[in-house]
């Protein structure tokens, strides 16, 4: 059986600020494309991300990993396709009838998965200021692009740089380059993300280790190929008030 169960943004910034160590990973379409095997050698994405089968491999022995701090997040819509009733509902379905099927196949016990829209959804309503709070008062890494250094060092974040194309062929140098002991470590990264974690968690479990997907984008104004995000960045005004809503009382 696979379930998806919803936490509210709270549920994680609690766990911070208790200091008990867990890992959250983010499984979109992206990652259970790559774990079907379909596309090795392939390059994946708009950041051309060559698909091998070591990176396959990875993604999905993080799937079958049974350790209960692993926190493993995903669209409920790709689990719950049946259900779902909006415009581009034979995409999604066809999507997930896909990834019903890895993951049965991965896991033939079951999968235990939670709602991993809410920080996109945080992001995009402005309501991700308790959360930066909790995250002000700890010692905090930032594995991501360039682009947001500027985020990072408004936060007073130390930061690891990842390529701007093809970040995960770069996994062995970022090991070891990460493996400093921060308290929580936020990789934003794409399809390497979850090997990345995984890595590092098996070096310092006392860590929390988050894969934040594109959470942070709407800071410095990149990922306008998700739809939201264009929309944001074509209205300059209402930007910077998300900004500042999401930023409210965190600096």
């Known amino acids: ?14 766990k911070i600020a208790r200091g008990e160590p867990y890992s959250s990973l983010l499984y979109g379409d992206g990652e259970f494309h790559v774990m079907s095997r379909q596309r090795i050698g392939q390059h994946f994405t708009q950041y051309e991300e060559l698909v091998t089968a070591s990176l ?12 209960a701090n692993i926190v493993r997040g995903t669209d409920p819509n790709m689990i719950h ?14 999507v997930g009838r896909a990834v019903r099927a890895i993951v049965d196949d991965l896991c033939p016990d079951g999968a235990e998965f939670v709602d991993g829209v809410v920080w996109d959804t945080a992001a995009k309503t402005g309501n991700l200021s308790p ?20 985020f990072a060092s408004q936060m007073g974040w130390a930061m690891v740089t990842v ?21 929580v470590t ?15 968690r098996r070096r310092h479990m006392e860590g929390t280790y988050l894969d934040l997907g594109s959470t942070f984008d709407l800071f410095v104004g990149i990922g306008a190929e998700r739809g939201w995000r264009h929309e944001l960045y074509a209205d300059p005004a209402e930007h ?3 900004i500042e809503a999401n930023l409210a009382g965190v600096l």
């Open 163 to 183: 390529p701007d194309r093809n970040a995960a062929a770069d996994l062995d140098r970022l090991e070891t380059e990460v493996a400093q002991k921060a308290e």
């Open 186 to 200: 936020l990789v934003c990264m794409g399809l390497g993300a979850i090997p990345l974690i995984m890595r590092l």
């Open 81 to 94: 396709y049946a259900d779902y009733q909006g415009r581009d509902k034979a995409s999604i379905v066809s």
């Open 1 to 14: 059986m696979i379930t998806v169960t919803h936490h509210p943004l709270s549920w994680y910034a609690d």
């Open 131 to 150: 959360f930066l709070r909790v995250l002000r008062s700890k010692a905090v890494l930032l594995v991501g692009c360039q682009a947001l250094a500027p």
């Open 240 to 242: 910077r008030r998300i």
């Open 56 to 67: 396959a491999a990875e993604l999905c022995d993080s799937l079958r990993n049974p350790d």
